[in-house]
């Protein structure tokens, strides 16, 4: 099929004020349009991928901002809003009385035949996941899989439409997604649950999902795969060695674990007793790294290639491209790839663990491994080690440090202050191979599980009672999800009930 595109241009440039949307309508280059950008009190720039251009030389006031508002549709919890029947997003910039000081005008297309480099892989009726840095292409090519797979194939297709990014704005979807139905969700943080109630109240044989990016998803996406229905989507990450170290997302390639091998076993592998293997099957059978609008990496599959790279070896993916005839190219192209370059490999607690403190004495730390004879080691720098300690104050504040350790999968013990107990108790823990219990964790993992109870089948859900702190934190998690919580109970049983708005008065 020869590649087509269609981009309702012109109802985007009639939202835009004249002075800014005239210029556009003059230029040979509008094929090429990215986006506009409207900031206030700045020249209107519109952005091409390899230039930007100024669209007048006076600046964007107020009236300009409202003047595109007025024409397009309600903005979301995420900021983002549409043109109806069109594929348009406009985001939102706030000052912080929630007024709009900003519009970045993204040019929706839709192109038609640009599934042909990997159409047999999404016929194949098996899981495929599409990856790539932002703007490559990824929700362009959902959008004609959905389409391929519902008119085509004829196939009961779903999409669960996060910001209406996959079937436009409104509620009759664009005709890029063809026959395909779509379900939209009211905020992205429920994107999970709508992906749950797709396969359990519409009988799909395929469910199309943009953007799996919390752990509530993959664990969804899970769910979807195990019940036989087929999964495309795309997840954050360029490659999918991105997504092995990501510890949000590594369970849709089946997540990593660490194991510890016997020493005959270890001889016999010829590696250190502590080394990564992968825990559970794959929740995609296929991974498709875009590299550009005509050049794909495919690996066709998904467990053997997280294998392979685990054991350190090199792997081979399928370089598809398109050349100047429009002829697909194939060819296996060698990665060699170093598991402990990949992913960083650490020991096993207890085994000679190196501990980075960050906020937390460090003399201190040394005086409890020498006195307590720990098979600790505290070392200067984050790159040497593989277990940071912190207090709660930092980690709440997120700095570069923790970040970074979050960004590495680097194990993050939280200590409620830097007193000799605490630090006693916690080494003490990690050099018996066990993890020091953090009640802040634990306390939000037990909240979370009760969320997605809730919502799931609408009965309240009351947690273990908590100090004033974690329950704080607790009702900003409720709240995020849209759902109402108190407080009951006095002293230390006081804890914290979840559940949904409309039961408050029943109550």
Not at 64 to 73: A, Q
Request: charged share 30%; aromatic share 4%; with cysteine.
């Amino acid at each position: 099929m020869e590649r087509t595109i269609t981009d309702d241009l012109d109802a985007l440039l009639e939202a835009l004020p004249p002075r800014i949307g005239e210029p556009l309508r003059q230029r040979e280059d509008r094929g090429e349009l990215l986006e506009v950008v409207m900031d206030l009190g700045r020249p209107p720039e519109a952005r091409y991928r390899q230039w930007e251009v100024v669209l007048s030389t006076q600046e964007v006031t107020e009236a300009d901002i409202d003047h595109v508002v007025s024409r397009i549709g309600a903005f979301g919890d995420d900021n983002r809003a549409g043109i109806e029947r069109t594929l348009h997003r406009i985001s939102a910039l706030r000052n912080r009385k929630g007024r709009i000081v900003g519009l970045t005008c993204r040019v929706g297309r839709a192109v038609y035949g640009t599934i042909r480099i990997i159409q047999d892989l999404v016929e194949s009726g098996q899981g495929l996941l599409l990856l790539g840095r932002p703007g490559v292409g990824k929700t362009t090519m959902l959008r004609e899989v959905a389409r391929v797979l519902a008119d085509d194939l004829k196939k009961r297709v779903v999409i669960v439409d996060t910001s209406n990014e996959i079937g436009g704005d409104g509620d009759i979807p664009h005709p890029a997604i063809g026959r395909a139905r779509r379900l939209q969700v009211p905020t992205p943080t429920l994107q999970h649950a709508v992906m749950i109630e797709a396969v359990e109240n519409h009988m799909p044989e395929v469910i199309i999902i943009d953007e799996i990016g919390t752990e509530l998803e993959a664990a969804a996406a899970r769910t979807i795969a195990e019940r036989g229905v087929q999964l495309v989507g795309t997840a954050h990450g360029n490659t999918l060695e991105n997504l092995m170290m990501n510890p949000t997302l590594s369970d849709l390639i089946g997540g990593i674990q660490t194991v510890t091998l016997g020493d005959e076993e270890a001889r016999r592998r010829g590696t250190q007793k502590s080394i990564l293997e992968r825990k559970a099957p794959p929740t995609f059978d296929i991974v498709v790294e875009i590299q550009s609008w005509d050049k794909v990496a495919v690996h066709p599959s998904v467990a053997g290639v997280v294998d392979t790279i685990l054991r350190g070896q090199p792997v081979k993916p399928e370089v598809r491209w398109l050349d100047e005839t429009g002829q697909i190219k194939k060819e296996a192209e060698e990665l060699n790839v170093a598991a402990s370059k990949t992913i960083p490999l650490k020991p096993k607690p207890g085994i000679g663990t190196k501990i980075y403190p960050f906020g937390i004495s460090q003399t201190r730390l040394q005086q409890v491994v020498k006195q307590k004879q720990l098979p600790i080691m505290v070392v200067p720098s984050l790159e040497e080690a593989d277990t940071l300690i912190t207090l709660r104050n930092y980690y709440r504040r997120k700095p570069q440090v923790i970040r970074t350790a979050e960004a590495a999968t680097i194990p993050i013990y939280v200590l409620k202050n830097h007193s000799t107990t605490q630090i006693e108790q916690c080494l003490t823990s990690l050099s018996q191979g066990e993890a020091p219990r953090d009640p802040v964790t634990q306390a939000m993992r037990e909240t979370e599980e009760a969320i997605v109870k809730v919502i799931g089948n609408g009965e309240p859900v009351e947690l273990s009672p908590q100090n004033a702190y974690i329950r704080r934190l607790q009702h900003q998690l409720a709240e995020r999800y849209k759902l109402l919580s108190r407080s009951y109970g006095k002293g230390a049983g006081r804890r914290v009930r979840i559940f949904q708005r409309d039961q408050e008065e029943e109550d």
